[in-house]
């Protein structure tokens, strides 16, 4: 059964950078059939699609955060990882990592539980 | 890139069908036939119910059904249960590699 586990601080002082790692258990993450991606929601809002990395290293990101977030992949520790730079509170969020199925802008088949992350001095 | 359109909220009672509606434009839900649904429940990650308009993904219940007109695509869930009472997103390809997501809808079963 694939896993998939976001782990990293869940506080993070404002200007400075977000920095979240995504473990892959039960499965490949260097198959050709998937992407991985990151999405996140503010409390009490909708969902928001970060960007999503191939494991090749080619990575797609929503425009607006494009100048901040920053996606790599490490197939040799099954880890895919966020960076986000000079955060807001308006960054606070519970992050989740997830895979995609068959495209960059696949279907979200599998869903790590979610970190929340708090940007607060 | 805006956000699709989905109503805040739906309701039936139990037994009953309901629909919710995502609303786009002629750059993602019209353009595409790359809409999926999301199931999420209080404090659990998403569950993806629908994709690809409407395909199920194995393990979901064929009482969710996906369709697609224009730039609206819709989610019907029939035979409503307890178990349905959840927030629903869909979200869409909007070319250029991008993903955008509807606002979400809160279903409440009566």
């Known amino acids: 059964q694939l896993r998939l586990q976001e782990s990293g601080p869940g506080l993070v002082k404002p200007s400075e950078t977000l920095s979240l790692t995504c473990t892959v258990s039960g499965g490949s993450i260097s198959s050709s059939t998937y992407f991985w991606g990151w999405i996140r929601q503010p409390p009490g809002k909708g969902l928001e699609w970060i960007g999503t990395v191939y494991y090749t290293g080619a990575t797609y990101y929503n425009p607006p955060l494009n100048s901040r977030a920053t996606i790599s992949v490490d197939t040799s520790k099954t880890q895919f990882s966020l960076r986000l730079s000079s955060v807001t509170a308006a960054d606070t969020a519970v992050y989740y990592c997830?895979?995609?199925?068959?495209?960059?802008?696949?279907?979200?088949?599998?869903w790590g539980q979610g970190t929340l992350v708090t940007v607060s001095s | 890139q805006s956000a699709l359109t989905q109503p805040p909220s739906a309701s039936g009672s139990p037994g009953q069908s309901v629909t919710i509606s995502c609303t786009g434009t002629?750059?993602?839900?019209?353009?595409?036939?790359?809409v999926s649904w999301y199931q999420q429940h209080p404090g659990k990650a998403p569950k993806l119910m629908i994709y690809?308009?409407?395909k199920w993904p194995s393990g979901v219940p064929d009482r969710f059904s996906g369709s697609k007109s224009g730039n609206t695509a819709s989610l019907t869930v029939s035979g409503l249960q307890a178990e349905d009472e959840a927030d629903y997103y869909c979200?869409?390809?909007?070319?250029?590699?991008?993903?955008?997501f509807g606002g979400g809808t809160k279903l409440t079963v009566l």
């Open positions: 979200s869409a390809y909007a070319g250029s590699y991008t993903v955008v």
């Open positions: 002629s750059s993602d839900v019209g353009r595409y036939n790359y």
């Open positions: 690809e308009v409407s």
């Open positions: 997830a895979r995609l199925l068959g495209a960059a802008w696949g279907p979200l088949d599998y």
